[in-house]
């Protein structure tokens, strides 16, 4: 009879974990990518000091933003 333990290599193996992480990772790049795009179209130029300044800010409070989840 079973005591309520339970050994976890007898239960079904998950990529739930791992999945998680690469969509996470996939979500980041294409916002990224969607905002430096949009600075582009605002006028601003790729490399200019505005440009990454803006970039990294948005980086950051996107980091922020995904650690919650």
Do not use: C, V
């Not at 990772?25 to 969607?34: G, N, Q, V």
Request: net charge positive; aromatic share 8%; charged share 35%.
């Amino acid at each position: 009879m079973s005591d309520g333990n339970f050994n976890r290599s007898l239960l079904p193996h998950t990529q739930y974990g791992s999945g998680m992480r690469a969509g996470k990772s996939m979500a980041r790049m294409k916002a990224i990518e969607a905002f430096e795009e949009w600075l582009r179209q605002e006028g601003e130029t790729p490399g200019s000091e505005a440009f990454d300044t803006k970039k990294e800010a948005f980086r950051k409070i996107l980091e922020e933003k995904l650690r919650q989840i």
